[in-house]
């Protein structure tokens, strides 16, 4: 490494700090509103993101830079959300003259109509660059929100969704390998017990019908 490479990264870290939050969580001191956060351990959270309202992050789920949570969340674990991706689980008032409810009008009195719904992220969801997921939405384990896609209603597990409003394309694996998955529950195992299946995680599942057998095989052999 060039001592040029060496500056620069060291500028980098000086000018992009980070903190240790319990339990084994990074944060950027350039976040903001991280005091409404909910830490599940592990999480990985950079410059730029801003939080609203109580988010609650699972098990070794990690953002990307920019991320902003305009309300409640609650995100499983082992998530990975990519860069510039919004959740906004409030909406302005539809049915009355006017949408502002800014306190330059009636002191803000107009906020009293604002709504809200929680959005729910299951457990090893892909959320790809510049998503914005709306109100209400729920996603369910495994899917993936495919980049620049505005989520508007429920994701199906396992499912893949792309284009706004986001529609599902297909779905990863077969309906019997899902169900399955959905038994597993992997994210809430410990690393041994993972390290035991550890191959299953090396495979191509999209072509098979059940992962049972291999399963099987692998806890056998421990």
């Known amino acids: 490494m060039g001592l040029g490479t060496k500056i620069r990264r060291f500028l980098q870290r000086i000018s992009r700090p980070y903190y240790s939050v319990e339990p084994g969580s990074k944060v950027s001191f350039w976040t903001t509103g991280i005091h409404h956060v909910v830490f599940g351990g592990g999480n990985g959270i950079p410059e730029d993101c ?30 990975q959300i990519g860069r510039d991706v919004a959740f906004h689980p409030t909406n302005h008032p539809t049915t009355h003259i006017t949408t502002y409810i800014n306190a330059q009008l009636f002191g803000g009195e107009m906020k009293q109509f604002k709504t809200e719904a929680e959005i729910f992220l299951g457990n090893d969801v ?21 980049a620049g896609s505005v989520v508007t209603k429920d994701v199906s597990p396992y499912s893949i969704v792309a284009g706004n409003p986001a529609k599902e394309i297909r779905k990863r694996f077969s309906d019997r390998v899902i169900a399955e998955l959905e038994n597993l529950n992997w994210w809430d195992w410990s690393d ?22 291999i399963l099987e095989s692998l806890l056998v052999k421990t």
């Open 192 to 213: 041994d017990e993972l390290l035991k299946i550890k191959p299953l995680f090396l495979m191509d599942l999209s072509s098979l019908n059940s992962i049972q057998p």
């Open 50 to 79: 801003a939080f609203a309202d109580r988010t609650s992050l699972g098990y070794r789920t990690t953002l990307g830079t920019n991320n902003y949570f305009g309300g409640k969340v609650t995100v499983g674990k082992y998530c």
């Open 126 to 146: 892909w959320v790809g660059h510049g998503v914005i997921v709306l109100s209400g939405v729920n996603v369910g384990n495994g899917a993936i929100l495919a």
